[in-house]
């Protein structure tokens, strides 16, 4: 028995639109009979035979057998067809819903990170007007030492300015206390000198009859 149209790899065929067929253990109608396929059961074909109209199939749990190679074709049958493309159709009817549902999940995502870019704008508005707030001050710093700087020199210098009027009133005063000191002996000294020259200086009277009796 000679084997025809030998695949170097199985290819994909379904039992045709019928009731079901036989998948026997040989390529004979005397091999025992391993199962019966229903329609649209889908096989991999590893061989062909020609002469004997056979076809060696695995089925997809493994099993592997012989079946009528007419009784097969490469297409799903129409039940099958039919089954895919309701079944497809189901899924397409899912489709907008989902595609809903991920719309609006998108949206809310958007929203959000609209919402998240809004506050981190604020945030760095807030920052922003910080840093300016720190530098400003830094300025004022700058020019609040050098003017403390400066009061401090005048309160130096004026500090300076008094200990030398204080020094100049000390000295006036003690002038001054020489010269009043000086003026009170003057003083002191002509009232005694007048005290011993007046009595000298009146006029003797002299003694008359009258004063004799």
């Not at 084997?3 to 091999?31: I, K, P, W």
């Not at 004026?158 to 005063?173: I, P, S």
Request: aromatic share 4%.
């Amino acid at each position: 028995m000679t084997l025809m149209g030998a695949a170097s790899h199985a290819t994909a065929s379904y039992v045709s639109d019928q009731l079901e067929v036989t998948l026997r253990a040989g390529e004979s109608v005397r091999y025992k009979i391993l199962r019966m396929l229903p329609s649209g059961t889908p096989l991999d074909v590893l061989s062909t035979n020609s002469e004997s109209g056979y076809a060696r199939v695995r089925a997809d749990d493994g099993v592997t057998g012989y079946v009528l190679e007419h009784q097969l074709q490469l297409e799903p049958v129409a039940r099958v067809q039919v089954a895919e493309m309701k079944a497809r159709l189901d899924e397409f009817m899912k489709e907008p819903d989902s595609l809903a549902r991920q719309l609006a999940s998108l949206q809310a995502e958007h929203e959000a990170l609209g919402h998240r870019a809004a506050k981190l704008e604020k945030e760095n508005q807030a920052l922003s007007d910080e840093l300016a707030e720190i530098r400003h001050a830094s300025t004022h710093v700058v020019e609040i030492t050098a003017e403390r700087e400066r009061l401090q020199d005048q309160v130096s210098a004026l500090a300076r300015e008094r200990d030398q009027v204080q020094e100049e009133n000390a000295g006036l005063r003690e002038r001054t206390n020489q010269r009043w000191f000086l003026i009170g002996s003057g003083v002191m000294g002509g009232g005694i000198f007048l005290g011993l020259i007046l009595p000298l200086l009146r006029p003797r009277h002299r003694k008359s009859s009258w004063d004799r009796l």
